[in-house]
């Protein structure tokens, strides 16, 4: 069983910038598109950002041009650079392919962004 652990959270002022890895016990990510997700209080969980095997990404519009996925196969490890945060990023943040369809979520990595 494949578990996913993110981390890499926590507090910063609007206009800061965080960066969030992912990490699997085995190589998941060569061989599947990967993808960051957050959930707000109160919201359903929704993408962000996601990640091809060929390396394409595509970043939802509230996001765009501020955060980047990447992923590192020979480190098992997925990572979402986050710059100019804003309040509404605040959330809990988790990775899992894209689309969900095998693996468990993880605990996520809580990011609060203060105004």
């Known amino acids: 069983q494949v578990h996913l652990v993110e981390s890499g959270g926590g507090l910063v002022q609007a206009g800061g910038s965080l960066r969030l890895s992912c990490a699997a016990g085995r190589n998941i990510f060569s061989i599947n598109t990967m993808g960051w997700y957050r959930q707000a209080p109160g919201k359903q969980r929704e993408l962000v950002a996601r990640i091809t095997t060929g390396g394409r990404t595509n970043d939802a519009d509230s996001v765009k041009g501020r955060f980047t996925i990447s992923r590192d196969n020979a480190k098992n490890t997925v990572y979402l650079q986050m710059n100019n945060l804003k309040p509404e990023a605040t959330a809990v943040y988790y990775c899992?392919?894209?689309?969900?369809?095998?693996?468990?979520w993880g605990q996520g990595t809580q990011v609060t962004v203060s105004s």
């Open positions: 899992n392919t894209a689309p969900v369809y095998l693996f468990s």
